[in-house]
T-cell receptor
């Protein structure tokens, strides 16, 4: 899977929007961009995914650059419960059996201040 | 909402002992996974399982590890002879789809913390 680069940590205030960046300059045409998060002492949790177009769901929005070399996860109003490590993961749906595993990087540790 | 469950939540064992970590995936899911996370480190893929056989395994998943789906609900990870370096949080995950879908969301369990003394 292509590599992603994320800041080690970010800080936000409660009730404010948070923009978590991810760079993936070597992304291929068949790579989907997935975001997972891991709350303290819990297993990872799916957040959102996309291919080319921006995506919205109840948890977050995903903004994908036109050249697809970067993306941004947007939490519209951060809450204390959003404090977690956020992982940006590329998955090539055409890579056969290896498609199914998730390859986690170090992610971005988001701290939310009250 | 359906969820993946894991037992026990914490397992303490002596080096050299066998341990079995248990998982109950979401009932209609077809793909099953084990990951581990050593304290302070990244989540690492161990193995994926589909149609009663291993689909893929990592270098970590050596001969000391095995997986089994003994019945229609449980999915187990066995470590035959534990080492100190096996101490980690072990996460089970399951997913429903195939590789042709645009995504294959994996649902993770809460983890089993394995401590090897």
């Amino acid at each position: 899977d292509a590599k992603t680069t994320q800041p080690n940590s970010m800080e936000s205030n409660e009730e404010e929007p948070v923009h978590l960046p991810c760079n993936h300059s070597t992304i291929s045409g068949t790579d989907y961009i997935h975001w997972y998060r891991q709350l303290p002492s819990q297993g990872p949790e799916y957040v959102i995914h996309g291919l080319t177009s921006n995506v919205n769901n109840r948890m977050a929005s995903l903004a994908i650059a036109e050249d697809r070399k970067s993306s941004t996860l947007i939490l519209h109003r951060a809450t204390l419960r959003d404090a977690a490590v956020y992982y940006c993961i590329l998955r090539d749906v055409n890579s056969g059996g290896s498609n199914y595993k998730l390859t986690f990087g170090k992610g971005t540790l988001l701290t939310v201040n009250p | 909402e359906p969820e993946v469950t894991q037992t026990p939540s914490h397992q303490v064992t002596q080096m050299g002992q066998e341990v079995i970590l248990r998982c109950v995936p979401i009932s209609n899911h077809l793909y099953f996974y084990w990951y581990r996370q050593i304290l302070g480190q990244k989540v690492e893929f161990l193995v994926s399982f589909y149609n009663n056989e291993i689909s893929e395994k990592s270098e970590i998943f050596d001969d000391q590890f095995s997986v089994e789906r003994p019945d229609g609900s449980n999915f187990t990870l066995k470590i035959r002879s534990t080492k100190l370096e096996d101490s980690a949080m072990y996460f089970c995950a399951s997913s429903s789809g195939t590789g042709l879908e645009s995504y294959n969301e994996q649902f993770f369990g809460p983890g089993t913390r394995l401590t090897v003394l």
